[in-house]
């Protein structure tokens, strides 16, 4: 079984930086950042290949950056110059050839005005 373990979220103010983090518990190919926001579907935030490539999903880029630290198993989403539009429970996915795709549990970012 797979395990996603996700941490890092939490309460600020707007303009704020905040940092995700989320641990697999094997090895990884692909890892990505969604969010969903009350009211809303689930969206892509950036996405990292094992070998560092990134793609980011709309208007994404400009704040945030996705990194990995492949020896730990670990992804993380800096988040810079927060606004109350990026409140949304963020989902770590992951996939791998051996294990197929998994869903982190989620964690809540709210960021007040």
């Known amino acids: 079984q797979v395990q996603l373990v996700e941490s890092g979220g939490g309460l600020v103010q707007a303009g704020d930086s905040l940092r995700l983090s989320c641990k697999a518990s094997t090895r990884t190919y692909a890892m990505a950042w969604f969010r969903q926001a009350p009211g809303k579907e689930r969206e892509p935030v950036a996405l990292?290949?094992?070998?560092?490539?990134?793609l980011y999903g709309d208007s994404m880029k400009d704040r945030f950056t996705i990194s990995r630290d492949n020896a730990k198993n670990t992804v993380y989403l800096q988040m810079n110059s927060l606004k109350p539009e990026d409140t949304a429970v963020y989902y770590c996915?992951?996939?791998?050839?051996?294990?197929?795709?998994?869903w982190g549990q989620g964690t809540q970012v709210t960021v007040s005005s």
């Open positions: 996915h992951m996939s791998s050839p051996d294990y197929g795709a998994y």
């Open positions: 990292i290949y094992i070998g560092g490539n990134t």
